[in-house]
Structure formats: C-alpha cells, structure tokens
C-alpha cells in the first residue's frame, strides 16, 4: 500500500546529495501526486480558456469544470450550500478577508477578539492590523505545557472577555496539537462570538465537516493537501459572507458599474474578483479526488501510526525535547523539538547532508515559541507517503549529530 502511494509521488525518487530524499517538510507544503500534475498539465493543453465570460464551447467547458471543483470541495467539507465555497489564493488570503470584512461591519472600537497562543501568522497579523485600525482588544488563550488549550481556561476568558470573535487552529503547525474545535465552537456561539477555524494544517489529515462542527468560517490552502500553490479556500456560513464586503475589487465581482457606483456579483463571485486561477482550481479538484480515493479514514490510521511510532522513537535521542502532546491522540504527524546545545539551523543543517528535509525557525509561531520559552525549534513534519524507514533514518541522523556536538 504505502509503496503504491509513493510511486504516485515523481519527486519522492529524488535523490538529494546521494541519498534518497526524506521530505519532512509537509506542514509546510506538501509533494504533488502525478494525478494532480496530469490534470492541471491538461488543463493548459487541451481546455485552457477563461472562465464565466466566454460563449464559446472551451470557455464554457472550462467554466463547468471550475465550478464543478466548487461542488467538489462543498462536499469535501460538507457544507451547506456552494455559494458558501469561497476560492482564495490560500489560507492566508482567506483569514485576511474575515478580519478584513468583519472589522469592517461587525466590530466596533473597543470589542474582544479571542485568539490562542498556538496560532499561526496568518491569524495574528492580520487581527493586529486590524485592531490597531480599529482600536479592538486582542486576547491570547494561553497553553499548558505539553501544548494543549484548557477548555476551562478558554471558557474562564470567554467569561471575561465576551469576544466578538474566536479564531482557532485546528491543528497546530507546531506542536501537532489538534483542538477540540466542536466544543469550542459551542462554547464560543454560547458566549456570543463568531468562530473561524484555521484548517490549513487538518484538511489533508481528518475529516472536516463544517457543519458538524458549527463553524461560521473556515480556511485552507490547496498546497498542503497535495495540490497547487495560488489557491485555497473560505467557507463561510451564507448568511454571513452576504454581510461580508468583498476585499478584491474589480473584474468578475461586479453586478454593474457605472460612474457614479457599482453593486456586487452574488455569492460567490463577490469574493473572486480578478481572472481566477482556473488551472489551480483543478489541481485542487485532483487534489480532493486523489486523498478521497485514499480515504481520510485510511489516512488518519497510517499517519497515527507514524505518530505513535515517531514519538517512540524520538525518545532515544538523547538531550532531545519535544514540544506538543507526547502521546498519539489527538495528534497531527508534526514533531517540533530542541536538541540540547545544539542550534536548531546547525541540525536541519545537518540533516540535509543526510538527504533529510526538516524545517528550522518559528515556522510562523513567534508567540508560541515564546511561550515556549524559545526562539526557535526543528520541525519533522509527516504525511501519508512517509515510512517507518525514515522516521529511522532521522533518528540515526539526530543521534550521530548528537555525538559529534558532544
Ligand atoms: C496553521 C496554518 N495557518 C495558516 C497558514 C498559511 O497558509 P498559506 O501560507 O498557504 O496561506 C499555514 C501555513 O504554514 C499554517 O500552517
């Protein structure tokens, strides 16, 4: 099974200065399936032609195919409506539209907004932007040492605060921590704030249902699911993005323009303004169909079994810390860590010389870090095609590290 998965991976061939590559940076994006490569090099051969203007048949099937992914993606995630299905250039773009958009119309000068110390960039910076604009109050749940949120320190501070809005990672690039978002959502609705849950690091690993778990908004970027970069997606609830102004102005959003004004496409077109990127939108779409041909379910058992036996073998290096939950639950396949005297850039380093592909920085979690007490740490992020084998390799590689630096 795992080889038939790898063989559909060209670049897991690759051999980085002599030696098969071990690619350990999937947080960060991961490697592309030949099916998602073959729809996207097919797209620009054989259909390519802008979409939602154009009378002419290839236009036209262009456009089908576009909007079927939009059909594809609303199942994916089981939302209610297609509308609902925002395409964006990624996570981040689509975090940037919610604070944009809500600063705009729902919140007022003085009003909380509930963030966690887990979260990703692309959360805070957008919500500092807009709290300075906006004179908002920011508030950060802080975590428990092995990297969880307590469900009663989040109610304590939903007590206290009464936020307006509540963002959240699903799962933390970080520590691999996931969040228990269905009761948080609960809790948060309870207190009367709106909910957006990051799920850039949860779409390619479990399950994602929008509706089960209430959220009013949710993000994501095909990059990390095994499709392209430039494209990624919101889910909004309806109700709410037709209160949301759009945040791209220009071709392709618009209703009418004349001198004086101009109204607004509808759902979703609202939030597409520009030519989109169509090829991007079906890789995404050959993306979904490749992991649904897998089987999240299948998914989540091979990745828990990476997660059990990595956290296992981790152990045996000595001066070693990691940073996360140190047990399988609840737990994505991302292992960041310190190695005692040893600076993280030396060891991912290092490991390059062994072929080993491993992150070294805050990987865009600077509060986190320092939370940790850190500025810095090694990231070993995993995924469906990755064995048992490497895990192997990477800890022989960190022990032989180890030694030389003793
Ligand atoms: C948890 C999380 N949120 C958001 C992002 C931003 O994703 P993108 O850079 O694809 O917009 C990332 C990317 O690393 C992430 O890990």
């Not at 993280?344 to 509060?367: K, M, N």
Request: aromatic share 6%; net charge positive; hydrophobic share 45%.
């Amino acid at each position: 099974m795992i080889n038939s998965i790898r063989n559909q991976f060209p670049i897991l061939k690759k051999r980085i200065r002599n030696r098969a590559l071990v690619y350990f940076d999937n947080a960060a994006t991961t490697q592309k399936p030949r099916v998602m490569l073959e729809a996207m090099d097919k797209f620009y051969r054989s259909q390519n032609a802008p979409v939602h203007r154009g009378v002419y048949s290839l236009a036209e099937s262009a456009t089908a195919e576009y909007e079927s992914v939009r059909d594809q993606v609303k199942d994916f995630i089981h939302a209610a409506h297609r509308e609902e299905i925002i395409f964006t250039s990624g996570a981040t773009a689509s975090i940037n539209t919610v604070v944009s958009g809500l600063a705009e119309t729902f919140l007022h000068a003085g009003d909380h907004i509930l963030l966690s110390d887990m979260e990703h960039h692309a959360m805070i910076v957008p919500w500092q932007a807009a709290a300075r604009r906006m004179k908002l109050k920011l508030n950060f749940i802080p975590l428990t040492k092995d990297g969880r949120i307590d469900l009663g320190v989040f109610r304590r501070m939903l007590a206290k605060h009464k936020p307006k809005f509540v963002g959240i990672t699903h799962v933390s690039n970080v520590l691999g921590t996931e969040n228990p978002v269905r009761e948080m959502i609960s809790l948060a609705h309870k207190a009367g704030a709106l909910v957006l849950v990051d799920a850039a690091q949860s779409i390619a690993h479990a399950a994602v249902d929008v509706q089960k778990i209430g959220c009013d908004f949710l993000a994501f970027s095909g990059h990390k699911m095994y499709g392209p970069t430039g494209i990624g997606v919101l889910y909004g609830k309806k109700k709410l993005l037709e209160r949301l102004p759009p945040r791209i102005f220009g071709g392709h959003m618009i209703e009418q323009v004349t001198r004086e004004k101009t109204t607004y496409a509808p759902l979703p077109e609202k939030f597409e303004g520009g030519t989109p990127p169509v090829a991007e939108v079906i890789g995404l779409g050959a993306a979904i169909s490749f992991i649904q041909g897998i089987g999240l379910k299948n998914i989540q058992k091979q990745e828990n079994e990476l997660t059990a036996y990595a956290l296992r073998a981790l152990k045996s290096v000595s001066g070693l810390t990691l940073l996360g939950p140190s047990s399988a639950g609840a737990r994505a396949p991302i292992f960041s860590f310190t190695i005692k005297g040893i600076h993280p850039h030396d060891i991912a380093t290092l490991l390059d010389r062994e072929g080993i592909a491993v992150r070294a920085g805050h990987h865009c979690a600077q509060i986190l870090h320092e939370s940790f007490s850190l500025d810095a740490s090694v990231r070993a992020s995993l995924c469906l095609y990755n064995t048992t084998q490497e895990i192997d390799r990477l800890v022989s590689a960190l022990t032989a590290i180890v030694r030389k630096f003793k």
